[in-house]
């Protein structure tokens, strides 16, 4: 059995622009919309283990692509910052030079 | 004549990883350390022709990529967010609400 996680819905999301029609279809009914590989494989009239091939394969893919181009990692790099920085700008005093640290840290992660 | 652009320099930045080892190298010669088609020709002991259909080809791919993934053009926005945020930053009396929304763009860019 595949593994449903948050990692390959949000790689989908990365990477979808490179995937094959089929690859799109079936992803992101798999992941998307939680469909079942079952249902997955009546809706395109093929087996169940054609389905399950071919997103495993898919999964690998996007992994491969995470691997060279890192999207994820430096989404949830930036989004920590972006993050801090929000704390950082609603407090009463604000702290102007951490805050251009921040800024910093962004541009580097390009 | 292949046109040298900064434009490429950048997708080339982007997108190699996801490049054959050759096309790295021809890409990497020509656009970051400025070799002629007839130098890198001479290096690799293949003609001019071979040199020029394969950095052709390579830099229809990684515009190819850059339409699907769209790294370069984010990174111009992001950078120009950056930029008026490191402004902002620098005047005397901070504009909370105008560096929440910088941020808030940031966000949206992901």
Redesign the interface.
């Known amino acids: 059995m595949l593994e449903k996680t948050t990692r390959m819905n949000y790689l989908y999301d990365f990477y979808q622009?490179?995937l094959t029609p089929k690859q799109q279809s079936y992803m992101s009914l798999y992941y998307l919309d939680d469909y079942s590989l079952g249902e997955i494989a009546e809706e395109f009239n093929v087996s169940r283990q054609a389905v399950y091939d071919n997103i495993k394969r898919t999964e690998a893919m996007v992994e491969e692509?995470e691997s060279?181009?890192l999207?994820f990692q430096k989404?949830q790099e930036?989004?920590k910052i972006?993050l801090k920085?929000?704390e950082l700008?609603?407090e009463k005093t604000?702290d102007?030079q951490t805050?251009?640290d921040a800024?910093s840290e962004?541009?580097k992660l390009?």
């Open positions: 622009s490179l692509y060279k181009l999207l989404f930036r989004n972006l920085m929000k700008l609603t604000l102007q805050l251009l800024v962004l541009e390009d």
